[in-house]
């Protein structure tokens, strides 16, 4: 089993940052993904950015150049997702996952609004 704790989800105004974090606890395997979906109101839950134990990283490209993941160095069971120049149309409840040796685990949401 693997807990998840997310935090740093809130209200920012257009253009402004967020940073989320989401830490894994539990049995952790050495090779496992770590990421973030979003899910606005009326819409189905898109992926954001992942990041795997190696490092890797991907990301959705409407993120691109905005959002940057990262993974604790020491630790490697945490996962940031920092969010600059923010746009209305990423708000929504944002999901951290972690994949543990193909077993998928969920957080229980952060919500972010974007809006002046």
């Known amino acids: 089993q693997v807990q998840l704790k997310e935090s740093g989800g809130g209200l920012v105004q257009p253009g402004g940052s967020l940073r989320l974090s989401c830490a894994a606890s539990?049995?952790?395997?050495?090779?496992?993904?770590m990421g973030w979906y979003r899910q606005a109101p009326g819409k189905e839950r898109e992926l954001v950015a992942t990041i795997t134990s190696g490092g890797s990283t991907n990301c959705a490209d409407s993120v691109k150049g905005r959002f940057t993941i990262s993974r604790d160095n020491a630790a490697k069971n945490t996962v940031y997702l920092q969010m600059n120049s923010l746009e209305p149309e990423d708000a929504a409840d944002y999901y951290c996952?972690?994949?543990?040796?193909?077993?998928?685990?969920w957080g229980q949401g952060t919500q972010v609004t974007v809006s002046s």
């Open positions: 539990g049995i952790i395997f050495s090779i496992n993904e």
């Open positions: 996952f972690f994949n543990n040796a193909g077993h998928i685990y």
